[in-house]
Each structure stands twice: as structure tokens, then as C-alpha cells.
């Protein structure tokens, strides 16, 4: 007689599996780990703010000496210049000297032009001009002898305005990068985030991880921004990836910006290039209204929203400067609800502030660090990033129907509520609980057997 056999699973498989569990929940508890960011995709910002490193000028003119051997040397400034000015000391003997120089297209003898002054006996200097960045100065400084002429060590004055680097940054201030030129490290943590347009202007100096900038040359970056999730009237407009400005009907193109290693997705008032404007945006409701694919508005029959169906564009989002806005469901129609806050948009705050759409306050950030992460407004955003879409219906009266006369306006509001610690604790508690009452019990025996125990 055949025997119905049920699948035993291990008990260590399920000791293991049982201690990655318990892994991940004290590391997403701790801050280490955002479990939505595992599944969570692509990478919205809103109210970017870019910054940019400049070569120029960091101090005034300076002058260095630079020591000429007898065979000649090549002179040229000590730190970054644009360009420069040398003047050759000139000693005398009785029989005369002369100096030669050649100004060549880099540090080679090749494609040159030859110089040659005499200096009188009462010149104890002779200046030979300004040579730009691009020019290379090899100087000889001779004595004449009895039969011929001589090297003669000497040395030369070089007078230049040094360059180096500095950063702007609207949100850090201004700061100076590097004193004594104007080459880059990669190591550098604002590198990475360098618009992708200007990566070509960073010429290499020998070293794959050190690059160059030309003097008052700029290159900008990302130094900040607002994470933002995927906005909710999204469109192709004239064939343009494109956004909906619920309420206004304005019409913005998702920009994209490369840096060194990231892509951003911007759907910013404050920032999205203007497309145009129309009558409203795809599947926006508004009283017994809807809004077509065509964005028009068409009478709806019946019912448009309720606690099953919520409004569309159920969080607050920007309307006009210091007024923020929402839908909620009211009497089964769509309601446009308005707020003043403090701040709707960056234009609202000081320049070193951004807003905050979380409070709708102006406040303070560091340079680089991005502010906190809007909640999202739609069940999509909502579920990716683990929370969970909510309706709840509130009864709003009016004098009259507290003495019998006519029904309460019902209002329905979304809204996206997110887990909280507490549960993660509860289940690290089951968790603990499943594994001391029935896997170790099982695994010592097994154990033992193994080793023989």
C-alpha cells in the first residue's frame, strides 16, 4: 500500500533562511537598509540645484626665480597661469654676452622660433615679454670667451597671476578646491555628479584619475536636490515625455540630466521646460467632470469618486507661490481644495533655503545632501515604496443638519501610510519565537548526528 509522503524541509535550510529574515529586518530597523529601495525603480527629483567649479585668478600677481644652468633651461611658472612675463638676469664680463631663447608649441625642440639679445653693459636685466599657457620658454644665457662662447648660470625672474580651482555652491558657499592649479581628483565627492556636457571639458594630465580644467573654464554639477516620486499626470505632449500640472493644465517636459553616474528625471515647475497649456490633464476629475486623453473636460454620468475610487492627485502639490493644492471627494464628485503655506516653490524661500514639500516651510540644507523624500501621492508611488494606499470618509455638518435638515457633506481623503518600526519589532519577535520553540530543537539533533556527537 502506497504511502502518501508530505515535503519535509530541512530543518537547517529553515535555520538559515530564518537568520537572513532576522539580517534584514535589524538592518532596514537600523537605517541601513530601506527595504522599498529593493524594489523601488527609476529616480524623479524635483528642485535640483546646481553649482559649478571655476580655473581662475585665486590671488594676485606673484613672482618666482628660476635657477638657468649653463647648458640653458626651460622656464615657465611653478603653479597654473594663463599666462606670464620673464625677465632674465644679465651679467657681464669684459669680452660680452649674449642670450638666447627659444619659444616652442610644448616642451620639445620641435616647431620652434629663435631669439637672440644682446644685452648693453649697463643692462643688469632683460625682460623678453609675455608668453601665454600655451607657450614653452627654453632660455641659454652665454659669455664670450677668447675664442668662442660660453654657457653662464643665471637665473630668471617669472612673474605671473596663479589659477587654481573654486566651487560655488548656492547651498555650501563658496570654496577654494585646489591653491596650485587647476587639475581635479576623482576622488573628489562632487565629481561624480558633474554634468555629463561638461565631463568633455576635463582633459587628462598624465594620470587617468587627475584631469585638467583650462583657465575660466567651468564645469557644473549637481550639488543638491528634492527626491520626488513619479508624477501623477503623466503625458506625451507634441511627442515630448511630459507632465500635467493638476489644476492649471500647464504642461511641462520631464528633463532628463546625466552626470558622471546617475540619471535624474526633473518634473519641476521650478525647472521643467514649459510645453504649453491646455483645458485640464488626462483622467483629472473636477465636480461631474472628467478629463479626456484629448484634455478636454466631459460630463460624467452618476458618481465620479468615493472610498473605493478615490480623486486623483489626493496629496498636496504646488499651485501658485505660497498656495498649495488637492482633490478630495465630496458629495461623490471631485473638489479642488486650497492651502497658504509658508512655501510652494524654491522661488519662495531664501537662496540658500529650499522648500520642503513634506512641511511646506523654507529650511536649511548642506551642499550635496538631498532633502527628504515627498510621500507619495498615488497607490503605485505608495505601494513601491511599501506602504500601503488609504481612503478614510469624514462627515462634514452644517448648522442645519444638526436639527434635522438635510445630509452632511462626506468628504473622502487619500492618503499613503507607510510601516512603522513597530511592525518590523513585531515580526523579528515571531521570527525569534519560530525559531527557539521549533527549528533549534530539531537542528541540535542533527547537529549531533553530523558530528557525531
Not at 597661469?81 to 638676469?89: E, L, M, S, W
Not at 537662496?351 to 536649511?364: A, F, G, K, R, V
Request: with cysteine; aromatic share 12%; charged share 20%.
Amino acid at each position: 500500500m502506497a504511502m502518501n509522503k508530505k515535503a519535509v524541509v530541512p530543518a537547517g535550510l529553515l535555520f538559515v533562511a530564518g537568520i537572513i529574515l532576522l539580517i534584514v529586518v535589524i538592518l532596514h530597523y537600523s537605517g541601513s537598509l530601506s527595504v522599498a529601495s529593493l524594489w523601488a525603480g527609476g529616480k524623479y527629483i524635483d528642485r535640483p540645484v546646481f553649482s559649478w567649479v571655476k580655473c581662475e585668478p585665486l590671488s594676485q600677481t606673484s613672482t618666482t626665480t628660476i635657477s638657468i644652468s649653463s647648458d640653458g633651461s626651460w622656464v615657465r611658472p611653478q603653479y597654473e597661469a594663463d599666462d606670464y612675463q620673464i625677465t632674465v638676469k644679465t651679467p657681464h664680463n669684459l669680452l660680452g654676452n649674449k642670450l638666447e631663447y627659444r619659444v616652442c608649441p610644448q616642451k620639445t625642440f620641435v616647431n620652434c622660433q629663435d631669439f637672440e639679445k644682446i644685452p648693453t653693459s649697463s643692462q643688469t636685466e632683460i625682460n623678453l615679454g609675455h608668453f601665454t599657457r600655451d607657450q614653452y620658454v627654453w632660455v641659454r644665457y652665454y659669455e664670450s670667451k677668447v675664442i668662442g662662447w660660453s654657457g653662464l648660470s643665471t637665473s630668471a625672474d617669472v612673474q605671473y597671476q596663479p589659477y587654481g580651482l573654486r566651487k560655488y555652491d548656492p547651498l555650501g558657499g563658496v570654496k577654494i578646491l585646489n591653491a596650485q592649479s587647476c587639475s581635479v581628483q576623482v576622488t573628489e565627492a562632487w565629481y561624480d555628479r558633474i554634468m555629463n556636457e561638461d565631463l568633455g571639458k576635463l582633459d587628462t594630465a598624465g594620470n587617468q584619475n587627475k584631469y585638467v580644467l583650462e583657465p575660466n573654464e567651468v564645469t557644473f554639477y549637481v550639488s543638491g536636490f528634492v527626491a520626488s516620486p513619479e508624477p501623477s499626470f503623466r503625458v506625451t505632449y507634441n511627442g515630448e515625455d511630459a507632465w500635467c500640472q493638476s489644476g492649471t493644465g500647464n504642461i511641462y517636459k520631464i528633463n532628463q540630466i546625466a552626470t558622471a553616474n546617475n540619471v535624474y528625471y526633473v518634473a519641476s515647475v521650478d525647472w521643467s521646460d514649459y510645453l504649453g497649456k491646455e483645458d485640464c490633464c488626462p483622467s483629472e476629475k473636477q465636480g461631474e467632470y472628467t478629463c479626456d486623453a484629448n484634455f478636454n473636460w466631459v460630463k460624467t454620468e452618476g458618481s465620479e469618486c468615493s472610498i473605493f475610487n478615490p480623486c486623483d492627485g489626493g496629496s498636496w502639490t504646488p499651485l501658485e507661490s505660497g498656495v498649495i493644492m488637492r482633490y478630495v471627494c465630496q458629495d461623490g464628485y471631485c473638489i479642488q481644495e486650497k492651502k497658504n503655506v509658508a512655501c510652494s516653490h524654491n522661488s519662495d524661500c531664501a537662496s540658500n533655503q529650499l522648500c520642503d514639500p513634506n512641511t511646506w516651510t523654507c529650511i536649511d540644507t548642506a551642499s550635496g545632501d538631498p532633502l527628504p523624500e515627498p510621500q507619495p501621492d498615488n497607490s503605485a508611488d505608495c505601494e513601491a515604496k511599501g506602504g500601503t494606499w488609504m481612503t478614510k470618509e469624514t462627515e462634514v455638518k452644517k448648522w442645519y443638519n444638526y436639527v434635522g435638515i438635510g445630509e452632511p457633506d462626506v468628504v473622502t481623503e487619500s492618503y499613503c501610510k507607510m510601516p512603522t518600526h513597530i511592525i518590523w519589532w513585531i515580526i523579528g519577535v515571531i521570527l525569534a519565537f519560530f525559531l527557539g520553540v521549533f527549528v533549534v530543537p530539531k537542528l541540535i539533533p542533527f547537529v549531533r548526528g553530523v558530528l557525531h556527537i
